[in-house]
């Protein structure tokens, strides 16, 4: 059976799709990266599409899951590289994309989850310092 | 109306989906369809042939290019099931609604994405869903 592999890079989980999607195989995918993210206390998730010709509703149903169930165990997801052709697709198919950040390719997504976890360290350092002082 | 070629391809499996895909992607490319309009095709292609899969357990996709006159040539298909159809047509083209666990945008999502887009259905019988898209258009 095909899968889809995730690579792990220090804090990071990093799948590149470069197969055609069929459900079941979306389906695992998104099962195998919340499991990840659990093993390995991932903070962040990016994933590239740029090899994917079409997102339809239910693909870009399981981006978009991937996207809550990533944030709820404390890592952020990132979709990048979306083909323009892919995006006046899923706009007029009517999809909302809600909760998935995105970026134009793989650099600046690893420049977005690089920020994102900065400003987490920042809050979080922040208010322990406020702590103490009080 | 001229049809240049027909295929008819049986679905009933998942794997299916991926072969069908292939072969419309080789329809609009043989006469040479634009990237948008063959992306917004293999969308509409792919939420139809799901519901298929999903509510009649398979069917069968005619696939056709066809010419209306030198200038306008395009791709339809028709989607065909012996599936539980539809009861109210006008309900189910409305945006997300559902009788699944999906966000119900299927198939007014594939009627904004093609030119001309027909379905009929009878309850108990099945349904058949048309879709042509334009090479231009």
């Given at each position: 059976m095909d899968k889809i592999p995730i690579l792990k890079m220090g804090e990071y989980l990093l799948v590149t799709i470069q197969i055609d999607l069929y459900d079941r195989l979306a389906l695992n995918l998104e099962n195998d990266l919340v499991n990840m993210i659990s093993k390995y206390s991932s903070k962040g998730v990016l994933i590239d599409i740029s090899a994917v010709n079409i997102v339809d509703s239910f693909m870009g149903r399981i981006l978009g899951n991937i996207a809550q169930m990533s944030k709820i165990l404390d890592a952020h997801t990132v979709v990048v590289g979306m083909q323009p052709a892919v995006a006046i697709t899923l706009i007029e198919l009517g999809l909302p994309m809600n909760g998935v950040h995105t970026a134009l390719n793989v650099e600046k997504g690893m420049d977005l989850l690089q920020k994102k976890l900065l400003f987490d360290t920042e809050v979080i350092t922040e208010e322990e310092e406020d702590g103490s002082t009080e | 109306m001229v049809v240049l070629n027909k295929e008819i391809i049986n679905i009933e499996r998942e794997q299916d989906v991926v072969f069908f895909r292939n072969r419309v992607n080789d329809y609009a490319d043989k006469i040479k369809m634009g990237l948008v309009n063959k992306t917004k095709l293999l969308t509409a292609a792919s939420e139809l042939v799901r519901n298929m899969l999903n509510y009649a357990k398979g069917g069968k996709v005619q696939c056709e290019i066809i010419s209306v006159s030198t200038l306008q040539t395009g791709i339809r298909l028709i989607f065909i099931d012996r599936g539980p159809g539809i009861d109210d047509i006008s309900k189910a083209m409305?945006?997300?609604?559902?009788?699944?666990?999906?966000?119900?945008?299927g198939l007014p999502g594939a009627r904004r994405l093609v030119n001309i887009f027909d379905i009929k259905s009878q309850p108990g019988v099945g349904t058949t869903v048309t879709i042509t898209k334009w090479k231009n258009g």
């Amino acid at each position: 059976m095909d899968k889809i592999p995730i690579l792990k890079m220090g804090e990071y989980l990093l799948v590149t799709i470069q197969i055609d999607l069929y459900d079941r195989l979306a389906l695992n995918l998104e099962n195998d990266l919340v499991n990840m993210i659990s093993k390995y206390s991932s903070k962040g998730v990016l994933i590239d599409i740029s090899a994917v010709n079409i997102v339809d509703s239910f693909m870009g149903r399981i981006l978009g899951n991937i996207a809550q169930m990533s944030k709820i165990l404390d890592a952020h997801t990132v979709v990048v590289g979306m083909q323009p052709a892919v995006a006046i697709t899923l706009i007029e198919l009517g999809l909302p994309m809600n909760g998935v950040h995105t970026a134009l390719n793989v650099e600046k997504g690893m420049d977005l989850l690089q920020k994102k976890l900065l400003f987490d360290t920042e809050v979080i350092t922040e208010e322990e310092e406020d702590g103490s002082t009080e | 109306m001229v049809v240049l070629n027909k295929e008819i391809i049986n679905i009933e499996r998942e794997q299916d989906v991926v072969f069908f895909r292939n072969r419309v992607n080789d329809y609009a490319d043989k006469i040479k369809m634009g990237l948008v309009n063959k992306t917004k095709l293999l969308t509409a292609a792919s939420e139809l042939v799901r519901n298929m899969l999903n509510y009649a357990k398979g069917g069968k996709v005619q696939c056709e290019i066809i010419s209306v006159s030198t200038l306008q040539t395009g791709i339809r298909l028709i989607f065909i099931d012996r599936g539980p159809g539809i009861d109210d047509i006008s309900k189910a083209m409305q945006d997300g609604y559902t009788t699944g666990k999906t966000l119900g945008l299927g198939l007014p999502g594939a009627r904004r994405l093609v030119n001309i887009f027909d379905i009929k259905s009878q309850p108990g019988v099945g349904t058949t869903v048309t879709i042509t898209k334009w090479k231009n258009g």
